[in-house]
């Protein structure tokens, strides 16, 4: 009996062991080698994993977080009024998920003093099996690049990755359109708290884990929507703050620091802001994270040149309208 019983336990875990061992393998030769869009990267993951192509250790802030953040901060006017480097980590809609992988990657390569959460990403609602999907394609990176077999080539069998891409913006997009929005119900008082939901509280707990364990400061930042933010998210987000203290900014309820005018700064009726509003958002930020923190400028070290040439990129585009 005990033979019958024993023996598919035993044919279970040599299957599970293989089947794992064939999933890392795969998982190697199927990981894009590079960081560019040809190599497997989508648009987005291109622009928020062109942290991957900048120097080891050079990066001070790094901020995740879905287009509420690469619509509000420019790590380009940082370096410009304060010389410290930053890199947004940001893609459209970004679940909380992917932001702790986002984060997750990044330590891998970088040690950011500063790290910021663009706290619309908090509320955005998923299902258990996309939460467990994610850590899986952590773990297993062909479960995400599957698609690669099209594209691989001799290098991809034999060669380590090597990442050469990164974006002169880093990670912020532009965009100077403007369709006003509508600020009569815009962050009406109210006591009530919006629930964050409970697997956000767990990716909030592990993204609180990474930062200590890599030694970096969790801050978690409300950018300027009419259409996104409210009094009940902002006492929600207050609460968790002082509960795990931790520092928050929302620039939702600082107009004096934090000046947006509505008429003019918003490119889609207040869901985000234009370059104007991020002109703001980006000043006010800029002087808070040198007064907080010792972030020293580095405008004038030979081994940070390549920032002022993308500075210059960054001027050129502004030009150009």
């Known amino acids: 009996m005990k033979t019958r019983i024993l023996f598919p336990a035993i044919k279970g875990t040599c299957f599970l062991f293989l089947l794992g061992v064939l999933l890392l393998a795969a998982s190697w030769l199927f990981m894009p080698k590079n960081n560019h869009k040809s190599f497997g990267f989508t648009d987005e993951e291109m622009l928020a994993g062109g942290i991957l192509g900048e120097r080891d250790n050079s990066i001070d802030v790094l901020v995740v977080g879905d287009s509420e953040a690469y619509s509000s901060i420019s790590p380009m006017q940082l370096w410009e009024q304060h010389g410290f480097t930053s890199y947004l980590c940001s893609t459209s809609a970004q679940p909380l998920y992917d932001s702790y992988r986002y984060l997750r990657q990044a330590f891998e390569h970088q040690s950011p003093r500063v790290v910021i959460l663009e706290t619309n990403a908090i509320f955005r609602t998923y299902k258990l099996n996309d939460y467990l999907l994610s ?6 990176s062909v479960l995400r690049y599957h698609d690669r077999w099209k594209t691989l080539s001799v290098n991809d069998f034999g060669g380590e990755a090597r990442y050469t891409w990164t974006d002169d913006l880093k990670g912020f997009r532009y965009n100077t359109k403007v369709v006003p929005a509508d600020t009569r119900k815009y962050m009406l008082p109210t006591d009530a708290e919006q629930e964050i939901p409970l697997l956000n509280r767990a990716c ?8 200590e364990e890599n030694g970096a400061q969790l801050i978690l930042v409300s950018t300027p929507s009419t259409l996104n933010w409210n009094y009940a998210r902002h006492n929600s987000i207050a609460a ?68 002022n040439d993308a500075l210059q990129h960054y001027r050129n585009t502004i030009a150009a309208g």
């Not at 850590?135 to 297993?140: D, E, I, M, P, T």
């Open 204 to 211: 909030l707990a592990e993204m609180m884990a990474l930062c």
């Open 135 to 140: 850590r899986a394609k952590v773990l297993f």
């Open 240 to 307: 968790f703050a002082a509960e795990h203290g931790l520092t928050y900014l929302d620039m939702n309820t600082m107009p004096d620091e934090v000046p947006v005018n509505w008429e003019t700064d918003t490119r889609d009726k207040g869901d985000h802001l234009n370059y104007s509003g991020a002109v703001k958002v980006t000043r006010y930020l800029g002087q808070y994270l040198t007064q907080r923190f010792e972030l020293s400028d580095k405008r004038g070290a030979a081994d940070f040149s390549s920032w």
